[in-house]
T-cell receptor, first 111, second 114 residues
Framework: RKEVEQDPGPFNVPEGATVAFNCTYS??????FFWYRQDCRKEPKLLMS???SGNEDGRFTAQLNRASQYISLLIRDSKLSDSATYLC????????????FGSGTRLQVQP | EPEVTQTPSHQVTQMGQEVILRCVPI?????FYWYRQILGQKVEFLVS????????KSEIFDDQFSVERPDGSNFTLKIRSTKLEDSAMYFC????????????FGPGTRLTVL
């Protein structure tokens, strides 16, 4: 299994739809998880951190399933501005603070 | 809101030339990182820096790369002899010590090697 694996998409959804992305990871010892958002040719920006079973912030919900080693991101009531690539990010297997990134899932919200 | 800044935003260089990419991390942060992203590929870790020394580096960070914190604010990445395959976006990131684990990224430098 790759360190971090994501479905590349693209996910094309209409405005107002609910969409979910999954991410699987290989290091069962990982304690912290992040979802970053990256717009085209821009820097990754932190969307959510997940340290326990899950986290919710407005329309965004992240859930962690340690037994199956996957993290999900749910976006409710999609907006046009949600169109971006969503990156699943974990600390590297070295146990230090550097990050390892998934390849990202591209979301396109259509009017 | 404090932010990480990077200069230049775009650097074009000839193969074999040396380049220095500059970053100013968030002022009270102590951990600094360089990542790169080749066009169409994922973000890859290069090196981390703490307490004036490299704390971790990836297999990408070979002898042609070096990092430095020459003063209290700048953090630089030097590529000694650029190759075509060094063309990428280079992102600097920093991390504080307040207990959070979130890294904050600069806007990146686009390096084009001709």
């Amino acid at each position: 299994r790759k360190e971090v694996e994501q479905d590349p998409g693209p996910f094309n959804v209409p405005e107002g739809a609910t969409v979910a992305f999954n991410c699987t990871y290989s290091n069962s010892a990982s304690q912290s998880f992040f979802w970053y958002r990256q717009d085209c040719r821009k820097e990754p920006k932190l969307l959510m951190s997940v340290y326990s079973s899950g986290n919710e912030d407005g329309r965004f919900t992240a859930q962690l399933n340690r037994a199956s080693q996957y993290i999900s991101l749910l976006i409710r009531d999609s907006k046009l501005s949600d169109s971006a690539t969503y990156l699943c990010v974990l600390p590297r297997n070295t146990g230090r603070r550097a990050l390892t990134f998934g390849s990202g899932t591209r979301l396109q919200v259509q009017p | 809101e404090p932010e990480v800044t990077q200069t230049p935003s775009h650097q074009v260089t000839q193969m074999g030339q040396e380049v220095i990419l500059r970053c100013v991390p968030i002022s009270n942060h102590l951990y600094f990182y360089w990542y790169r992203q080749i066009l169409g590929q994922k973000v890859e870790f290069l090196v981390s820096f703490y307490n004036n020394e490299i704390s971790e580096k990836s297999e990408i960070f070979d002898d042609q790369f070096s990092v430095e914190r020459p003063d209290g604010s700048n953090f630089t990445l030097k590529i000694r002899s650029t190759k075509l395959e060094d063309s990428a976006m280079y992102f600097c990131a920093s991390l504080g010590t307040s207990g959070g684990r979130e890294q904050f990224f600069g806007p990146g430098t686009r390096l084009t090697v001709l």
